[in-house]
């Protein structure tokens, strides 16, 4: 069974509250419209019924986005690309960022020429961080 | 008296008073007193009550960014540094640590009295470096420099928010409130960045500022490099019969080297002969720009305290030297955080444009100065 993080119920129950909120208030209408009485019982407990289920949607909402902004956000990848010195070789690799790996350190021989690799360039994959 | 009777007296009343014409105006004309009375009392401690929740949300994620960089400092120290003590009381008071300006009363000799100051903080972050973490790697400390102001920055950013809260809270004061939430966007902005710098500077990526450097570095590759004053290397090679000095910060580490003073002994060591200076920085574009445009101007493109832009506008003025200037333009955020691709692109292009302004604007013999600004992390 999937387990729910605590964000993603709270986004659900949110969920799960407008659409019964609509379906209420819906129902309220077509009371009226079928009884041609604005103010018949039914119709009274549908309205209120939707507008509780509104009122819990929001709440939920508030909720699930109060926690998303105290969550830290996943930082982006970093990218090492690695190059051949060899001018005529176009010998090019990329990998994810490794810690001590910098701009011009020499990572070994290239295997299509034998020439030094080098780090050409390391840069951030996304601009923005995932949530 | 049961629930299902209680519901019913309740709706039977609802629907007698919706049936009455009498209670209905009644009802509609208490409904508007409420209204007016609200609107005219308490419209403005709702607005306040409204803004000061928004900034509670927004300080809660300031503490959480500057616990978890200050987190983040403590675990890189224990990691590279391996002190056998516990070195979080010291990184603790050290968050607090703070640069008096020097005064302007008398402006005569403030940039010297500046520099002076700015070389004691610089002795006092590695000397505290080496005191809490005695077993670090001597090209490691710059990085760990790095990682400590940005943890400060943070520690800062979240004690000023919390003073106005508190303050504004207190008071009940508007003003106070108002400003706060009004600069709540733009200082989350730079939290978020400093909180995102904290992750390269621990693991050594190179950041938006350092593309001067990584021009720098791409034009001296495969050429001889020296160092010339502390921190600083400069390389020295003929090009389409001129020749080149380029000048940058020693990398890979977190340096930013003394670039004024590097220029200035180069120019001495030729005895003013220098054609050109070309300068070469990351710069703050402005919010529609592109990120990794290039800029070309006149000028001594350094950013900082203005300390360095002075004694190289000094002796490029005592020889009346040009100055030219090439910008990469990004976000703050971008200039703090791992490099883009755009900026990386960027630097290939800076490149070019640097040697065809070598090109044009000098001649064969002459003696040009390439310089390449910024901080050279996670470059050579």
């Excluded at chain 1, 009274?44 to 109060?66: E, K, N, Q, T």
């Excluded at chain 2, 101007?297 to 305290?305: E, L, Y």
Aim: with cysteine.
């Amino acid at each position: 069974m999937v387990k729910l993080s605590k964000n993603n119920v709270l986004l659900l129950l949110s969920i799960l509250f407008s659409i019964l909120s609509i379906i209420f208030l819906f129902m309220a209408v077509i009371n009226v419209q079928s009884t041609y009485d604005l103010v018949n019982l039914y119709s009274i407990d549908f309205l209120a019924a939707g507008v509780l289920c509104m009122i819990l949607s929001m709440f939920f909402s508030y909720r699930h986005r109060r926690l998303l902004s105290l969550k830290i956000l996943k930082q982006s990848q970093t990218v090492t690309r690695i190059r051949c010195d060899n001018d005529n070789c176009n010998y090019k690799e990329e990998r994810f960022f490794q810690e001590g790996d910098y701009i011009f350190r020499e990572v070994g021989k290239c295997p299509k020429c034998n020439g030094n690799l080098y780090i050409d360039a390391i840069y951030d994959l996304e601009l923005k961080a995932k949530k | 008296m049961s629930h299902k009777t209680l519901m019913n007296l309740v709706f039977t009343n609802v629907h007698n008073i919706f049936n009455d014409s009498t209670s209905l105006y009644l009802l509609q004309l208490t409904f508007f007193l409420i209204y007016a009375f609200i609107l005219a009392f308490f419209n403005q401690r709702l607005q306040t009550y409204l803004w000061l929740r928004e900034a509670e949300s927004s300080l809660k994620r300031l503490q959480i960014l500057a616990s978890k960089s200050k987190e983040i400092v403590i675990k890189k120290i224990n990691e590279v540094g391996k002190p056998n003590f516990d070195p979080s009381p010291s990184i603790e008071s050290f968050l607090d640590f703070f640069v008096i300006e020097p005064t302007s009363l008398d402006p005569y000799g403030i940039v010297n009295k500046f520099r002076h100051i700015l070389d004691v903080r610089s002795e006092r972050f590695e000397s505290f470096i080496k005191q809490i973490a005695p077993n670090v790697p001597q090209n490691y400390i710059p990085n760990l420099e790095g990682l400590m102001e940005t943890a400060i920055g943070l520690n800062e950013l979240y004690r000023l928010v919390r003073h106005y809260f508190i303050l504004g809270k207190k008071t009940k004061n508007m003003l106070f409130i108002m400003q706060l939430q009004m600069n709540l966007p733009l200082i989350m902005r730079y939290a978020e960045a400093y909180f995102s710098a904290t992750h390269a500077f621990s693991s050594g990526k190179p950041i938006g500022d350092g593309v001067g450097a990584l021009v720098a570095s791409k034009l001296m590759r495969g050429k001889q490099v020296k160092r010339i004053t502390n921190k600083t290397i400069f390389s020295e090679f003929e090009y389409k019969d001129r020749k080149l000095i380029v000048i940058k910060a020693e990398g890979p580490g977190a340096e930013i080297g003394e670039i004024d003073d590097a220029i200035e002994r180069i120019i001495n060591m030729y005895g003013g002969r220098v054609s050109r200076i070309i300068m070469i920085d990351a710069a703050l574009k402005l919010e529609g720009e592109k990120t990794g445009q290039i800029a070309e101007g006149v000028g001594v493109a350094i950013g900082g305290t203005g300390v360095e832009k002075f004694k190289i506008e000094e002796i490029a003025t005592k020889y009346k030297i040009p100055l030219d200037a090439l910008i990469i333009k990004m976000s703050l955020e971008e200039a703090i955080t791992t490099m883009k691709k755009d900026v990386i692109e960027a630097a290939d292009d800076a490149v070019k444009r640097v040697l065809n302004i070598i090109d044009t604007r000098t001649s064969q013999g002459d003696i040009v100065v390439i310089v390449g600004v910024g901080n050279t992390m996670g470059i050579l």
